[in-house]
């Protein structure tokens, strides 16, 4: 089975600042598909970026990139230039390309952000 | 935007009793998910729906819980017996394909007293 590890808790970052949510998982699969989710206090569960296995190059949508590391099962999250509406929980999740189409997540970072 | 949506946003019920919750999933999607979250702890599959039927649940996902599509649009977890441990937020959601991402509603907070 799948497990995905998210070792920070909580974060904390100044507004206009970078971030970096760290993200390690385990399968023995080799073909797969990576998110990080949102979840601000409103609780909707929000897609932030996407990454396929099979693709070397690293997703990026506006502020938010990753640092997808396949050799090493790392799947960090990097927020540009933070905004107050950052602030959040991040829940870094693993879906099998194979088999089934469970999202498997991670335990969450909590981030917040500092006028 | 289309969106998932949910209802309702939260059930206080009594052990033991039945409890209904309602999902209605973006319209064009043909797989539907719930997953619950315990208080401070992970995100957890309970089930996928996919052509009418369930295609995948977890060893959570026990008797006392079901599924149903009753109609076109809505999309339905029973639990029979509510147990205090079923206390949780319930996410619904639904993707147009089995590998294109889920997209959530914004859940419901069930608690069971």
């Known amino acids: 089975a799948q497990t995905v590890t998210q070792s920070q808790p909580e974060m904390s970052v100044q507004e206009a600042e970078t971030v970096t949510l760290s993200c390690t998982y385990d399968?023995?699969?080799?073909?797969?598909?990576l998110f990080w989710y949102k979840q601000p206090p409103s609780r909707q569960m929000i897609l932030v970026i996407r990454q396929e296995a099979y693709k070397q190059q690293n997703a990026t949508e506006n502020r938010f990139s990753v640092n997808f590391q396949k050799a090493a099962k790392s799947f960090s999250l990097k927020i540009s230039d933070s905004q107050l509406g950052d602030a959040a929980m991040y829940f870094c999740a693993y879906r099998s390309a194979i088999a089934g189409n469970m999202l498997t997540f991670g335990g969450g970072t909590r981030l917040m952000v500092k006028p | 935007e289309p969106e998932v949506t949910q209802t309702p946003s939260h059930q206080v019920t009594q052990m033991g009793q039945e409890v209904i919750l309602r999902c209605v999933p973006i319209s064009n999607h043909l797989y539907f998910y719930w997953y619950r979250q315990i208080l401070g702890q992970k995100v957890e599959f309970l089930v996928s729906?996919?052509?009418?039927?369930?295609?995948?649940k977890s060893e959570i996902f026990d008797d006392q819980f079901s599924v149903e599509r009753p109609d076109g649009s809505n999309f339905t977890l029973k639990i029979r017996s509510t147990k205090l441990e079923d206390s949780a937020m319930y996410f619904c959601?639904?993707?147009?394909?089995?590998?294109?991402?889920?997209?959530f509603g914004q859940g419901t907070r069930l608690t069971v007293v």
């Open positions: 729906f996919y052509n009418n039927e369930i295609s995948e």
């Open positions: 959601a639904s993707s147009p394909g089995g590998l294109t991402e889920a997209f």
């Open positions: 399968t023995s699969e080799s073909d797969y598909y």
